[in-house]
Structures are given as C-alpha cells and as structure tokens.
C-alpha cells in the first residue's frame, strides 16, 4: 500500500477547454473535499440554472460509446471522464468535488497530462483518516468477441496488463505491463494521446462524436500514416492510451484497487462491465484499510544500548 492517509488537494485549481465530442467550450474547478466524501462531479449550467451532483462511480455509468459516461443524459451528466478520473487514481486522490459547467470534461491535449500539472500546481493533503482499498480475492472476467477483460487477486499494489490488437499495421499488437504508482503514471502513461482513424471522422461526425477532434488534441491515422507533424510521443503510444483509459474507468470502484488488471482488446464498455460483474459478487472482494501509522516513542538509553547490540 502506498499510502496511508485520504488525500484530497490542497487548494482550489481551475482549467478550461473543450470537449473532444461536443465541442463546447467548458470549465472545470476542483476543490478539496471531506475524508470518505470520495470524488463528486458538481454539474452546473443546467436548464433553468439548475446544478447537480453526480458520484464518480460505476454505478452512475450511463453510456461507454467512445467514452465514459456518468449521471443521466435528460437530467444531466458529465462525459469524457476518464483522462481526469485516470490522474486522480493515480496521483492518490481520494476526496474532491469537481465543478463543472458544460456537458464533457475538457480534452486538453488528449491525454492526462494536464490534469496531472494541475493537481501538482496546488499540491496534496493527506488526512489521518486512513485509505481504503477493494482488495481482489478471486478472478473477475468478462468477455466480448475475442476481446476480455479481468481483475485478479495480487498481493499488493495495482497492476495492469493491457493488450491491444488492430489490424491497421501502424498499430498492430502492443501490450505493456506495469504496477501502477505515481512515478510510473508521470514517466509511461499520463502524456499518451487518443487516437483514431481519418476513415471514420464523417461516421462519428454525424453520430454527433469527435466534434473537437483535432491533431492538437488526438492522434490522427490515415491507412499506415501518423498525420501529427511531430509523430508519436512513445513507439507505442496507442497501448498507453488504453491503459491511461482503463485507469480512469476502473478507478469508479470508488477506491484503490489491490489486484491485477488484464485486458486484450478491451474498451471502456469492457472496463465497466468487469467492475459490474465484480461488485455483483461480493465474494470476489473484500475492503480493507490501510495500517495505522505506529507511533514512535523515545527510546532509553538502555533500551538504545540493546538495539545496537542485538544482532
């Protein structure tokens, strides 16, 4: 376990841009939160002046078209959630309301990246109330097509293994394997990009997906082409892109996770089903707390004197 105590921010931290799919321009502001308040979607600009909380969990999971969607598209909802919700996992934020003022959290630059610069602009706060986590106790799986997804017991930490397999030869098959923890987060996942395919823009266009779509905030591909002026930031970048998803979907367990996380051909359908099909078996998990912190005490001379002798 890595860390102990609930963290929350340490002060308000704002961002705007806009939606990958919708276009609209939006802002975004994150406040520090309460222990055990877990993270809240605060979303604003409703008919009538009207506002509306919505839990980041996946029970409030109401669509995984190309996206992750969370509250009720009549009463309002907050899609594109996974690059924001994958840095909080991973940064260890356990507490914060985030406001919100149009329908799709922001794309940035299409990766995690910036969510990542803007926690680390204000800081984190660790409370004593102690961390919990949803520990793995027996396999989870889920299957569709060829493709999978599954959560397996570990002995600590969380662990991913991912998996892709596209026909395009630009992409291929790429997997990569990690345990997850801040540094690893920073250095291999938060900078990959979405990604997607030339051929489909007037499909998706008219499904009314990909409106803001642009090579400054996604990857574009043409047959066996990288249409970004610059290239790839990693070799495979695309595999790191759906392990960045996979991170922010999972992470509406509402806690840590400790186990392994295995995927091939997955998506954002596959990563809420599986955490459905987990919590629909309570005997696959348990939630267990992080070990109290030992207080230390002054030694006696004595007792310094037989330390150092002990072998």
């Given at each position: ?86 840095a909080l996992l991973a ?55 060829r493709g999978f997804s ?162």
């Open positions: 376990m890595q860390s102990i105590g609930q963290k929350t921010i340490a002060a308000r931290a704002v961002i705007s841009g806009r939606g990958v799919h919708s276009n609209s321009p939006v802002q975004l502001t994150l406040y520090p939160a309460d222990d055990n308040h877990g993270i809240v979607f605060h979303r604003t600009g409703l008919e009538n002046g009207a506002s509306r909380s919505i839990p980041a969990l996946w029970s409030q999971v109401c669509m995984t078209e190309l996206c992750t969607v969370v509250g009720d598209m009549k009463l309002g909802a907050v899609s594109t959630i996974e690059h924001l919700m994958s940064l260890g934020v356990d507490n914060l309301t985030v406001e919100i003022d149009g329908p799709e959290v922001p794309i940035m630059d299409g990766s995690a990246r910036d969510f990542v610069d803007l926690v680390d602009t204000v800081g984190l706060a660790e409370s004593d109330a102690r961390r919990r986590y949803i520990k793995i106790l027996k396999p989870v799986r889920i299957e569709h097509g599954e959560l397996r017991p570990s002995l600590r930490g969380f662990h991913l293994d991912v998996e892709i397999d596209f026909s395009a030869a630009i992409i291929g098959r790429q997997r990569k394997v990690v345990e997850l923890t801040p540094d690893v987060f920073r250095e291999e996942i938060q900078a990959a990009r979405t990604f997607g395919f030339l051929r489909d823009v007037q499909h998706l266009w008219k499904a009314g997906f990909a409106l803001g779509s642009s090579l400054e905030n996604s990857v574009g591909l043409e047959d066996d082409k990288i249409l970004n002026p610059e290239g790839l930031r990693y070799p495979d970048e695309f595999v790191r892109h759906k392990m960045l998803d996979a991170i922010g979907d999972l992470s509406l367990a509402g806690m840590p996770i400790i186990g392994t996380y295995r995927s091939y051909c997955g998506g954002h359908k596959m990563n809420y089903l599986v955490l459905d099909a987990l919590f629909k078996d309570p005997s696959a998990y348990t939630i267990v707390e992080a070990p109290q912190k030992r207080a230390e005490s002054a030694l006696t001379r004595a007792e310094s004197a037989l330390l150092q002798a002990s072998p």
